[in-house]
């Protein structure tokens, strides 16, 4: 079990100017994914954070300014998916995988 928040249970969606957020929703065929794992990892592959996403597919991390890899375990595979985070503000990512 991972320590990040319960992603049903996240505050209102607030960004200050010193932080960014990467947040979004997982969907398989156009429907919600929950229970999938998303993992936040730097520039360089190495692993900063894990949530698994809530009953409406949702998630939510808080970084630092740059590159970031998605990484989106789910039953039957894994996706990557490539985001940039600006301090200030929240950088929104669609992940549909597969069927």
């Known amino acids: ?11 209102a969606l607030s960004v200050s100017a010193n932080e960014a957020v990467i947040h979004g929703f997982v969907t398989r065929d ?6 999938a794992y998303v993992r936040l990892l730097g520039s360089t592959g190495d692993f900063t954070a894990e949530v698994q996403t809530s009953a409406t597919g949702y998630f939510r991390f808080y970084a630092a300014d740059g590159e970031w890899t998605l990484r989106t375990l789910y039953r039957g595979g894994s996706l990557d998916t490539a ?11 669609a992940v549909e995988v597969p069927a």
């Open 1 to 11: 079990m991972c320590g990040s928040p319960d992603q049903d249970t996240l505050p």
């Open 30 to 35: 156009g429907s919600p994914l929950p229970g």
């Open 83 to 93: 985001v940039s985070a600006t301090k200030g503000a929240a950088v929104e990512a």
